[in-house]
Nanobody, 118 residues
Framework: QVQVVESGGGLVQTGGSLRLSCTASLSAFSLRPIAWSRQAPGKERELVGVINSDNVPNYGDSVKGRFTISRDNAKNTAYLEMNSLKVEDTAVYYC????????????WGEGTQVTVSS
């Protein structure tokens, strides 16, 4: 059974930084795009960004220039480096191991809470 585990969340002040990790017990991890999403209370889930198998990241407009996604395929782990955090970044952050074909299954983690205080 594939497990996806996020870690690194916590409480930080405005302007601070956090690094989230996403580790998946999945073979061929390197072939899968990894997506980070977040959901704040009362709001819809928002895509933060994605890193593809070629290690090329793309970001949502709200985090561009502040967040960085990377991956270490040798560790089956992806990272979300968050800098210049704002109160509005407060959310549960989720990692998804995306499918690459209609026959693939995508896998989600249970999320990690990030709270930014003013």
């Amino acid at each position: 059974q594939v497990q996806v585990v996020e870690s690194g969340g916590g409480l930080v002040q405005t302007g601070g930084s956090l690094r989230l990790s996403c580790t998946a017990s999945l073979s061929a991890f390197s072939l899968r795009p990894i997506a980070w999403s977040r959901q704040a209370p009362g709001k819809e889930r928002e895509l933060v960004g994605v890193i593809n198998s070629d290690n090329v990241p793309n970001y949502g407009d709200s985090v561009k220039g502040r967040f960085t996604i990377s991956r270490d395929n040798a560790k089956n782990t992806a990272y979300l480096e968050m800098n210049s955090l704002k109160v509005e970044d407060t959310a549960v952050y989720y990692c998804k191991v995306a499918a690459t074909s209609p026959w693939d299954i995508e896998y989600w983690g249970e999320g990690t809470q990030v709270t930014v205080s003013s």
